[in-house]
């Protein structure tokens, strides 16, 4: 059978997560399909069909989904599901938001943060904050899958697009009204999404220290900024700078840690990263442990010279 992926859009084109569960998507066997469901999406839903191993695009436009809620969206991909042996979205907020509905009005089980694909019904998904490993086998006939985006490679571009098809949608349910959203803009790359990372924990002390050592250095790299989870509870910086196993999942070319100790928490969200430097006074942090290469220094020293050496 099909394997259906649930894109991640902003009705004009995709977001990086949806290209990287599509490399996971195509570890498996079958035809891939995506569905693009939103108000307004045609660029998307075309953007989507230019992508390797895209067999068809599944076009979905109401207004039910231009925010994208999980109830209505859920009930569409109810209704598919029964074409397909697997439905796979990115493990971000909305993937978790979504998929345990879908999962749970199937009748069936989620298979969370999938890091491998050993074959159609195995997978690979972290376990204890990423200390471990298991390997788990589902017997759903179909299996319904999160993936982790930082696993896996992100698709390109292909020579031909794929056929985009308009399906009806589902029914507004009503169950949900979203009354206001408030964004941070920035003009730095999208944390889930950098290639470079430079983060600050509490030993900063704090979000004026934050601002007045790291964004200089963030902006000479061209890096994004990211906190730990105590400098996010401290105040220093809004939650959504957070790394970590309850903030954003990444995995960075660099990933610079000043002033972090390296609590288990945190090392679950970027111990991935290709490499990892870390700036800490204390010899003893456990940041020193997964750490390529550590600086045993006083960070107000420390990164302050790295960016003028930069």
């Given at each position: 059978m099909a394997i259906l992926l649930i894109a991640e859009h902003d009705n004009q084109s995709?977001?990086?997560?949806?290209?990287?569960?599509?490399?996971?998507?195509?570890?498996?066997?079958?035809?891939?399909?995506?569905?693009?469901?939103?108000?307004?999406?045609?660029?998307?839903?075309?953007?989507?069909?230019?992508?390797?191993?895209?067999?068809?695009?599944?076009?979905?436009?109401?207004?039910?989904?231009?925010?994208?809620?999980?109830?209505n969206l859920a009930e569409l991909v109810r209704g598919l599901a029964t074409n397909y042996s697997h439905v796979l979205v990115p493990a971000s907020a909305e993937g978790k938001n979504l998929l345990p509905r879908v999962a749970a009005l199937c009748g069936m089980a989620q298979v969370s943060d999938v890091v491998g694909v050993e074959s159609a019904d195995t997978f690979v998904r972290p376990i204890y904050a990423g200390n471990a490993l298991a390997t788990v086998k589902s017997i759903d006939p179909i299996k319904f899958l999160s993936i982790r985006t930082t696993a896996f490679e992100a698709v390109g571009v292909a020579g031909t697009a794929a056929a985009v098809e308009t399906i009806a949608a589902g029914p507004e349910l009503g169950l949900c009204k979203l009354v206001g959203r408030e964004l941070t803009?920035?003009?730095?790359?999208?944390?889930?999404?950098?290639?470079?990372?430079?983060?600050?924990?509490?030993?900063?002390?704090?979000?004026?220290?934050?601002?007045?050592?790291?964004?200089?250095?963030?902006?000479?790299?061209?890096?994004?900024?990211?906190?730990?989870?105590?400098?996010?509870?401290?105040?220093?910086?809004?939650?959504?700078?957070q790394v970590g196993q309850t903030g954003k999942i990444v995995a960075p070319q660099l990933y610079l840690a000043v002033g972090i100790s390296g609590a288990i928490q945190h090392l679950a969200g970027m111990k991935d990263s290709r490499v990892i430097v870390a700036i800490n006074k204390d010899p003893d942090a456990p940041i020193f442990q997964v750490a390529d290469y550590g600086l045993v220094a006083d960070l107000f020293e420390a990164a302050p010279a790295l960016t003028q050496a930069l």
């Open positions: 995709l977001k990086a997560a949806t290209l990287n569960t599509l490399g996971a998507a195509r570890r498996l066997e079958g035809e891939i399909h995506v569905l693009v469901a939103g108000a307004g999406c045609a660029a998307a839903g075309q953007a989507a069909a230019q992508f390797e191993g895209v067999a068809k695009v599944l076009l979905c436009d109401a207004l039910q989904y231009a925010e994208r809620g999980a109830e803009r920035s003009e730095r790359p999208e944390l889930g999404a950098a290639k470079i990372i430079v983060s600050g924990g509490r030993g900063l002390g704090s979000g004026d220290n934050y601002r007045r050592v790291l964004e200089p250095l963030a902006d000479k790299l061209g890096a994004a900024l990211g906190a730990s989870r105590a400098a996010v509870d401290a105040g220093f910086v809004p939650n959504d700078f």
